[in-house]
């Protein structure tokens, strides 16, 4: 039995080639997501230090300009950086102070759940009354609307605002932050061998 482990691990061993492709992905995947975040602060800009300034509807922080354009750039700047893999590590450490600045400030007070479920064991007391909402309007669109129509791409649900999409970003940069940006599918790692070679 512990030969077939062996056996087993070793074969594991041999895709170590491609431990860079995980990383990639995940640089991949946020990349589009910080994109359009900052892309949409930058295209209302004026709103956004609005939102972030005004304590009674807004978040209430200090300097909303400065704020705002410190987000803006961050998301930005740091999507254009995921792409091709450079300063992963350092870029990282803003973009999941970001996440974590819009997960206690924006989130918090919804829960866990992006999307509402009430059939979620997550499922809050605002996520439980969201679901009578929407079967009422669901119930008026059958009688009032083209219900076929309207939902003939996916499903009417109602947006809960939760933490769930702030908090796992900021695991995967996380994972960034500790792994870099990955064994030959980086400018880093070019960088970083190119460095080597010469010292």
């Known amino acids: 039995m512990l030969a077939v482990i062996h056996r087993l691990n070793h074969l594991l061993d041999q895709l ?3 431990d860079g492709i995980a990383p990639l992905l995940l640089r991949l995947y946020l990349a589009p997501v910080m994109l359009q975040a900052g ?4 295209m ?9 300034g005004n304590s009674d509807w807004g978040l209430g922080l200090p300097f909303p300009e400065v704020m705002a354009a410190l987000a803006t750039g961050t998301e930005l700047v740091g999507g254009i950086l995921l792409i091709v893999g450079f300063a992963v590590r350092w870029i990282s450490i803003p973009l999941m102070f970001t996440m974590l600045i819009a997960a206690l400030t924006v989130h918090w007070e919804n829960g866990w759940l992006a999307i509402a479920d009430s059939s979620s064991w997550l499922a809050n007391e605002r996520v439980t009354e969201a679901g009578e909402r929407l079967a009422k309007a669901r119930e008026l669109l059958r009688e009032h609307g083209n219900y076929s129509w309207l939902t003939g791409r996916g499903s009417i649900v109602i947006l809960n605002n939760g933490i769930e999409f702030a908090a796992t970003y900021f695991i995967m940069l996380l994972s960034l932050f500790f792994t870099g940006a990955g064994r030959y599918t980086s400018v880093d790692y070019w960088l970083g061998r190119g460095l080597r070679s010469e010292v």
Do not use: M
Not at 39 to 42: A, G, S, V
Not at 44 to 52: L, P, V
């Open 44 to 52: 209302s800009f004026d709103d956004t230090a609005e939102w972030f």
């Open 39 to 42: 892309w949409t602060k930058l």
């Open 16 to 18: 170590r080639f491609a």
